[in-house]
């Protein structure tokens, strides 16, 4: 069982604390078992009388395991029995959320002839607290005064109990349960939206799963949070404080991650100091006589005994105009095809984005219109009670007020559901619900507009709770954002069975051609492709090429050496021009026979 202690000021007021224990908006239920507001504001004014610092004593305890009602209220009793405090002065009440129960003690700091003691009140809290836990049977709590509260329960004579909460006692001073935050940041960050339960974790977890604070500032940075140097300088040097990307403090280092200051200070001057860069050896400096002797004789060894042998030379691949023509259409045909199975999906051009980088940014952009739409509640509720207030009073309704108030309300009521519409469009604009901004909030709204108000609030009454609610509303943007990708993942699906014929015909084609190209010009593999090819549908000018004869390679050979046969003769006949006339006669007899063997 947890047990906390505050005291509230004399000039504070019993109001809020009042409004918190009587009115909590997070609670499923609100039970009151001793006390009413009536009595703590009384006692706050006792304690104004006497002039006291402070009024009002509230002990919150919160049991691990379920209390009753009437275990609750013996277990403020035993409170009360503690500090000496008169149980029929008490204000006692139970808050019950999320199925679990915890209570509210309040006490009176003025005790009708004393005041209430607050020496080693902590300590003395959760000694009761530890005894109410064995009595019961519940799993003890360790707390950071165990080793004073045992110590104290020995000399009371509670031997038995006092050996049971040594055992909770840790080794060392370091290991002592400690919070992570106070109920003041608690509360503060419940007003801006922030889970310090969860964040707090998280910190926790990364900083077991770093090996230095400059890893850990890397996790961080990803996580968006930040690490800077604290604000009181002067006070507590060289400590740091944890916050998110809108500024909120979270808390702490060494209080989130349990690290001791001077252990934090160490690290610290580990990280700002710099490494030392490690000695460079130079390799001595040679005689350039003694460098050029020794390349001589590296070379000397790396020398092949035996010259390698000569690579065979290929010469170039000789092709017909048809065959180079149909090769060149089969590898754009293959391009085309490559092309076809390369498309992707739309929606897959666009990768979708990290859920808590999302979520990060959707609740940014909805500040300002969750902002807006809190000052409308709020000038709403103030109507309303005001209005409520002038319709109790008989003074009011005789002389008109009430009426003038009643339709001040009206119209509040109305700006209230125009700001609402406001937000909600907002939202769904933020969330890529809504294509276009939001319209702007219109000056003048009038009774012809509340029907079509009316239909907004009660079509998107979700969206109205998410944005009324911060735990609603992270439930509503989850949702929204598991919607979106289970829609981008069925499109992507869609999509792909759409064009999954398309695809499947472009592989069997780019199998074809790829046959076609490996095999032989006139083989009886290149006829078998080529007459499943014409039965498939190709392009036009593909098809003619594979339908239309290549010609021999053996003719084709023939003329060639033809060609270069004539060009030898009449290089001859030039140089038969150039020869004399004795000489001339034989060479026109040489160029005659070789002229008649070709004819």
Known sequence: MIVKESRIKTRSGAGALSHHVLH????????????????????????????????????????????????????????????????????????????????????????????????????????????????????????RHDKTIAKALHKQGYHHEAEQVESLIPPSDNLKPRAAYTAQARRMAERQGVDLATRKTLVATLWSHSDGLKSFRAALKEHGLTMREGDRKDTRPGAHIIEDENGTLIGS????????????????????TSRQKPAVIRRPKRNKFQQDLYRKRVADVDRPARSPQPVPHTGPIIRTVEEARLRRLLLNALQD????????????????????????????????????????????????????????????RLSGKHRRLQKQFDQTALDFLEVLRFAIQGLLFVVGLRLRPPDPVRPVVTERNRPRLERIKTKYDAEFAALANPQEREDWLNKEFEAQNRARQRLIYEWNEKHRPAKEQARRDMSLFRSLLDSKPFSAERAEFTKLASQMP?????????????????????????????????????????????????ATHNANNIYNGFS
């Open 538 to 586: 190709l392009e036009d000018g593909l098809l003619r090429a594979l339908q239309k004869p290549i010609q021999s390679r053996t003719n084709q050979h023939l003329g060639i050496q033809f060609l270069y046969q004539q060009c030898r003769l009449r290089r001859r006949k030039v140089r038969y021009q150039l020869l004399g006339k004795t000489a001339r006669q034989s």
């Open 253 to 272: 280092f060494t209080r989130l991650t349990k690290v001791r200051m001077a252990d934090f200070r160490k690290l610290l001057s580990e990280e700002n």
């Open 24 to 143: 909590g908006a997070k609670n499923e239920a609100i039970r009151v078992l001793a006390g009413s507001d009536w009595l703590m504001r009384d006692h706050m004014q006792e304690a104004k009388r006497e002039r006291l610092t402070y009024g009002l004593r509230h002990i919150a305890f919160n049991p691990a395991q379920a209390m009753s009602d009437a275990q609750l209220a013996e277990f403020a009793g035993h409170l009360c029995q503690e500090l000496k405090a008169d149980p029929s002065h008490m204000t006692l009440i139970i808050h019950q959320k999320d199925g679990l129960t915890h209570g509210h003690l309040i006490l009176p700091e003025w005790q009708q002839d004393r005041v209430l003691e607050s020496r080693f009140s902590w300590m003395r809290l959760e000694k009761v607290a530890r005894l109410e836990e064995l009595r019961l049977g519940h799993a003890l709590v360790p707390g």
């Open 337 to 396: 095809r490559q092309a076809i199975l390369d498309q992707q999906a739309p929606a897959m051009k666009q990768p979708l984005a990290d859920k808590d980088v999302i979520l990060a940014q959707w609740r940014k952009n909805l500040q300002p219109y969750e902002k807006q739409l809190r000052k409308a509640y709020d000038r709403y509720c103030s109507a309303k009670k005001v209005s409520e207030e002038a319709r109790k009073s008989v003074w009011q």
